[in-house]
């Protein structure tokens, strides 16, 4: 009976320690994805030009953070090529032909796929303005493939047969200051950028550690 009774003592022991860590654990995400949102939200008032714009945009990148928030409770993390295809979906060109997706299955974690998701969401958001997918019948293509290489996910996102120089905003506003500054930062990773005439390149460059992505067999 002692035996039993210490049992249920250590069990209940046990049980208050995974309650006091996973309270601890919200009560880090939480901090973090509000100064996410604080830190969104403050980029966007200063790199956008009217209040309507200014809505209009922080909408769409709370909406791309808020996608990924659930993953804090799903061990299974998030495809990429999933996360690739539903930021196209939302601008309704998850099937257009002028998009080449390929990459091998490769699964991120809660805090990587928020990262990377946004990154997706200002890409896309960009080509739909200015680039491949400006128009319904011009020349764009758009390639998005991504490799792993040991620890390292290296993503592509290729646009050509663009004019987006004459049309893209000069300076530079919130998306690639988030691809080249931000995310970079937020995930010890690089990035690369580069536009010339009628073509679009942007690199990521991302470590992972091994409980952040998960190799299909």
Known sequence: MT???????????????????LHAELQHRVRNILAVVRS?????????ESVEHV????????????LY?????????????????DALIVYAVGDDPRVAIGGPEVRLEQR????????????????????????????????????????????????????ILSAAPRRVGFGREYLEQALPYQLGGSSR???TAGRLACNLSIPLKRDAFLLEP
């Open 3 to 21: 035996a039993e009774l210490d049992l249920a003592k250590e069990a209940i022991v046990a049980g208050k320690a995974r309650e006091a860590a």
């Open 40 to 48: 969104i939200f403050s980029r966007t008032v200063d790199t956008t």
């Open 55 to 66: 809505g209009d945009h922080f909408r769409g990148r709370i909406d791309a953070l808020a």
């Open 69 to 85: 928030q659930i993953g804090a409770t799903l061990p299974a993390g998030y495809y990429l090529e999933d996360m690739v295809r």
């Open 112 to 163: 990587v796929a928020e990262s990377i998701g946004l990154a997706l969401h200002e890409l896309v958001t960009n080509s739909i303005k200015f680039g491949a997918l400006s128009t319904s019948d011009g020349p764009g293509r758009l390639t998005i493939e991504w490799r792993m290489e040991k620890n390292l996910l290296s993503f592509d996102w290729i646009e050509t047969g663009i004019s």
């Open 193 to 195: 950028f580069d536009l």
